[in-house]
Nanobody
Framework: VQLQASGGGSVQAGGSLRLSCTAS????????MAWYRQALGKERELVAS???????IYGDSVNGRFTISRDNAKFTVYLEMHSLKPEDAALYYC???????????????????WGQGTQVTVSS
């Protein structure tokens, strides 16, 4: 089971980007999904999270500009980013709580998985 993120790139300030992250493999369920980011020299921070029921939480710095959503049938989480600022530049990581499927009668064992990160660059 793995997470694959995509959609990063370079934009000018005020621009928009859409990130995607998809879980693949033998999966029993995907629970909470989230986006984190880490800028150079800074700690990783939560950008936004979403439960499998659609409840969302946003970091203060992105609230009102970013939107997190998910497609449960595709095991995919999205991050729509608008009005991007230079301070949004970072490596963006997706994270999900995933219960792998190990076969008939296997135990339900959800665990945290991280994607590989996708770079977002914002020029002023």
């Amino acid at each position: 089971v793995q997470l694959q993120a995509s959609g990063g790139g370079s934009v000018q300030a005020g621009g928009s980007l859409r990130l995607s992250c998809t879980a693949s493999g033998d999966i029993f369920s995907v629970n909470d999904m989230a986006w984190y980011r880490q800028a150079l020299g800074k700690e990783r921070e939560l950008v936004a999270s979403i439960t499998n029921g659609g409840s969302t939480i946003y970091g203060d710095s992105v609230n009102g500009r970013f939107t997190i959503s998910r497609d449960n049938a595709k095991f995919t989480v999205y991050l729509e980013m608008h009005s991007l600022k230079p301070e949004d530049a970072a490596l963006y990581y997706c994270k999900a709580v995933i219960a792998p499927y190990y076969g008939p009668g296997s135990k339900y064992l959800p665990k945290d998985l991280w994607g590989q990160g996708t770079q977002v660059t914002v020029s002023s």
